[in-house]
């Protein structure tokens, strides 16, 4: 007998001793043992402070809703079935044997399936997704990391997709609530019936509501700046243009670095987009209706201003040349940069934590060496985009059977569950993990698990994508520091406006949108890096490019106005 099969007939005792009296777990609502206001994290879709809502995600240790009830199916029949996850693009041609994965083993035995996942490389998804639907050779259940509406609709339209069995919501009860916590479930049901799967962020442990704030945020030397005079800064969580530029220019004059400011082009631009209260969204939703944001006056001086920082050396000269994410963390966390603009999650705290750890600092979140802050255009006015609730989406092939498709549901279901989510990180509930009398959850034996942290991505982002399981207070293998500062990180975003999105613009299909490619990220780089005159550059782009942009603007506007 392997090793697994015995911890599972030692968990199936196990949990036949605990299920009368643990605390949690399905039909439960699970409390949390670290104090909380009793409020709901509600997301604004319109610009308000966050007041107004009478709640925050920052505040919340844990909203959890109560668990649908399930019956415990028995599984005769084994079920085969193809597949893509996050792992087919990330790790699939690594050469790992993803059968021998503690966690893998453990969904399969649980529903009595092999599931097949099939290598989908990232830079290829895209065109290999569409050759494989309308070839017809799409694996069983694909996720779709480049989803088109537009091509969804033609796909549905031709019968390449395979819709939800009709009685999907009640069937699958915790599919169903991540469902309608991505907030999009109207938009893509067709004639009655769902084709997909948009699977949910936040669903289980933070209760939200359509989009939520982006998460990106500021890194900086808190000991840098304490050198430089500027002690205290950022002390609030929030840093204002004026106060960022101080302390690159200081910490530059003063030899520290001489790369103060490093990003991704993406990552950078963004900084400037909020930290000058420019929308970052291309086609913006208006009351009188939809207007090019790229047009507007206030793009042009973002730029101006992008560039003049550029100019005095305050960003990486070479800037433009970073796509890759780990480059400038890596700059940052190895002391060669005096700030960071990246993700702001908890993992991603955590392991920009763990970076500045292997450079040799103990203990860099509590010792005041890291910083991490909110941007501000000036003290207290501060921007930050909307972002969906869900991150990708899954569908399947119309060559499944009805039965094997309702098996993949089944599977589905449990890991968008609560305890689906906390086994697909920590294991066997009973073996690995269980919920403590006081609702917290404790790992039994100690040790840390295989398949902990999900590592291979081999159910990551199925059904669900689960980031708010760091936000949970189970979640033992965060710095809990990179957990108190994401969530209060959220808190300060909600206190500023919040430009929301446009299920109007999402949604719509037509030709023009299909048709729109426009380079904006690449010509602000060309601009900024090329010291070009903004004004007539940016001018001559827009009429280059007008052709392309103005019909879907018309589009919009004769559609919804």
């Not at 929308?279 to 913006?284: A, F, G, K, L, W």
């Not at 890596?330 to 450079?359: C, R, W």
């Not at 979140?365 to 802050?373: H, K, M, N």
């Amino acid at each position: 007998m392997r090793k697994y099969e015995a911890l599972l007939l030692c968990g199936m005792i196990a949990m036949a001793v605990l299920v009368g009296c643990s605390g949690g777990g399905s039909g439960t609502s699970v409390p949390v043992t670290t104090a909380a206001p009793e409020t709901t994290a509600t997301v604004q879709t319109t610009a308000a402070k966050a007041e107004t809502t009478g709640a925050t995600l920052a505040a919340v240790e844990s909203t959890f809703q109560e668990e649908p009830e399930t019956e415990e199916k028995v599984y005769d029949e084994t079920i085969a079935f193809t597949a893509t996850t996050l792992y087919s693009e990330t790790h699939a041609g690594l050469g790992v044997d993803y059968h021998e994965n503690y966690v893998y083993q453990m969904v399969m035995d649980k529903f009595n399936i092999d599931m097949e996942l099939w290598a989908c490389a990232s830079a290829e998804a895209k065109e290999k997704q569409r050759i494989w639907i309308n070839g017809g050779t799409m694996p069983d259940l694909m996720r779709w990391s480049s989803f088109s509406l537009s091509e969804y609709l033609t796909y549905v339209d031709q019968g390449m997709l395979k819709a939800l069995p009709d009685d999907w919501k009640t069937k699958w009860p915790h599919l169903a609530k991540d469902i309608k916590a991505t907030g999009l479930e109207e938009a893509y049901t067709i004639d009655g019936k769902l084709y997909i799967i948009p699977d949910a962020v936040f669903a289980n442990f933070v209760e939200v509501q359509g989009s939520l704030p982006q998460h990106i945020s500021l890194y900086f030397r808190k000991d840098w700046a304490e050198e430089v005079g500027l002690s205290g800064l950022g002390e609030d969580g929030t840093m204002t243009m004026a106060e960022l530029k101080e302390y690159l220019q200081k910490v530059k004059d003063s030899g520290l670095t001489q790369t103060p400011l490093v990003g991704t082009t993406d990552y950078l631009n963004d900084l400037f987009y909020r930290g000058t209260g420019v929308n970052s969204q291309i086609y913006v939703e208006t009351e009188d209706g939809f207007i090019y944001e790229p047009a507007a006056e206030e793009y042009t001086q973002m730029i101006s201003t992008m560039q003049e920082w550029f100019n005095e050396g305050l960003i990486d000269p070479d800037y433009f040349l970073q796509t890759d994410v780990n480059y400038s963390r890596q700059m940052f966390g190895s002391g060669m940069a005096a700030a960071l603009t990246n993700g702001g999650s908890a993992a991603n705290i955590d392991t920009i934590i763990d970076l500045l750890k292997e450079s040799g600092y103990e203990n860099p979140a509590g010792d005041g060496i890291l910083g991490y802050v909110q941007i501000e255009k000036e003290k207290g006015e501060r921007y930050t985009s909307a972002t969906n609730n869900y991150w990708a989406s899954y569908v399947f092939s119309p060559n499944v059977d009805d039965k094997t498709q309702e098996r993949i549901l089944d599977m589905m279901d449990w890991i968008g569950s609560e305890e689906g989510q906390i086994s697909r990180l920590r294991g066997i509930r009973g073996v690995d993990w269980d919920y403590q009398p006081d609702g917290s959850v404790a790992q039994l034996d100690g040790q840390p698990l295989e398949g902990s942290k999900d590592g291979m991505n081999l159910f990551s982002s199925v059904s669900i994508c689960g980031d708010d399981y760091q936000l949970s207070g189970y979640d033992d293998t965060k710095d809990p520091l990179a957990v108190q500062w994401a969530k209060d990180a959220y808190a300060i975003r909600y206190e500023g406006t919040v430009w929301p999105l446009s299920l109007n613009y999402q949604t719509f299909a037509g030709e023009s949108k299909s048709n729109y490619s426009v380079p904006v990220t690449d010509k602000i780089t060309e601009i900024v890096s090329g010291n070009l005159d903004v004004e007539s550059a940016w001018s001559s782009f827009l009429d280059e490019y007008k052709g392309i942009w103005q019909p879907l603007l018309d589009d919009l506007n004769a559609t919804y106005y």
